[in-house]
């Protein structure tokens, strides 16, 4: 049960910068790494098979990455808000106005941002992406 406290909350924002910094630097292998649990849990809950959803998560990368001047907006941890939800299994991380921590800046193309909700877990002492 995750309980929220200075040590803990630091734990979770450099787990944080890890997840930006992969896709800040558009590292295609590190974030579908730091994503992987999130696909496999999708994968099961809309009954898909893994390599698809998988494939499916490449292209969506691939997409972004690959987007002219793609790039992160930068975090502001101060605002950051954190909830805990199924039974403290579960933290959920944004700003205190209900928005995404991770979200894109818009490209050079004038591209539409993408944001990624962020909860996370702490599965066998390690932070994971859950959804």
């Not at 590190?30 to 849990?41: H, N, V």
């Not at 990368?61 to 939800?85: Q, T, V």
Request: charge should be negative.
């Amino acid at each position: 049960m995750v309980v929220l406290n200075p040590a803990v909350i630091a734990e979770i924002n450099e787990f944080i910068k890890r997840i930006f910094n992969a896709l800040n630097s558009a590292n295609l292998d590190q974030t579908k790494a730091l994503f992987r649990l999130k696909a496999t849990e999708q994968a099961t809950a809309y009954g898909i098979p893994l390599s698809q959803r998988l494939e499916d998560q490449d292209s969506f990368f691939r997409e972004w990455f690959n987007g002219s001047g793609w790039k992160m907006e930068p975090i502001d941890y101060e605002r950051l808000d954190y909830g805990i939800y199924a039974g403290g299994q579960v933290v959920q991380v944004r700003y205190g106005d209900g928005s995404d921590v991770l979200r894109s800046a818009p490209d050079n193309d004038e591209n539409d941002k993408v944001s990624f909700p962020l909860l996370i877990s702490k599965i066998d002492g390690q932070w994971t992406v859950v959804r």
